[in-house]
């Protein structure tokens, strides 16, 4: 009977590893890439992201001001910024790769991000997280669905080390550029 149970187990645990192969997350890789890249100006880490990516992704500089994915709020405080969005617009992603300018307070810089970050910003049904994460003076910030199915290739991307904290949830407001 133990032997039964055992192979039945490991049957399950099987059928499960093969059927993640389909679906995975996209925040984690995006994150990696920031963490082993946070060095580098914003341009070359959204570069390494680009090119380390399984999925069609394009990267443009952005300004100061109202940003796709924040919630009718000016983003400011920084000195450079780029997004990553998905090329053909077929996955509700968005990222913001920022370096911080020397005269605004960091901790409320990122409040903010946390606060605006809209998961819904897309508009559709899509059950999106949002990952903020800050190493030195360089933030990132990940508007990403929880599952995305590649459409090129059909390869799981994986999303092991981002903890949960890093999901962001709460509408108070915090201003850091009083």
Not at 3 to 25: D, N, R, W
Not at 41 to 47: G, K, L, N
Not at 143 to 164: G, H, M, N, Q, R
Request: hydrophobic share 40%.
């Amino acid at each position: 009977m133990k032997k039964i149970i055992a192979l039945l187990l490991c049957m399950v645990l099987a059928f499960t590893l093969a059927s993640c192969g389909k679906y995975g997350e996209i925040g984690g890789p995006v994150v990696m890439e920031f963490r082993d890249n946070a060095d580098e100006s914003v341009e070359d880490i959204a570069d390494a992201v680009v090119e380390n990516s399984d999925l069609s992704l394009l990267t443009a500089p952005v300004d100061e001001g109202l940003l796709e994915g924040f919630s009718n709020m000016p983003i400011n405080g920084f000195e450079n910024g780029v997004m990553i969005s998905s090329a053909d617009h077929s996955i509700p992603f968005i990222s913001y790769i920022f370096e911080m300018s020397d005269s605004v307070d960091q901790n409320m810089f990122v409040a903010n991000l946390k606060t605006y970050a809209d998961p819904n910003f897309s508009g559709d049904e899509t059950e999106n997280k949002v990952i903020v994460e800050q190493k030195g003076d360089k933030v990132i910030v990940v508007i990403t669905p929880d599952k995305v199915e590649d459409k090129k290739d059909s390869e799981t991307i994986s999303d092991t080390d981002v903890e949960d904290e890093m999901v962001i949830q709460g509408d108070e407001f915090v201003d850091a550029f009083e």
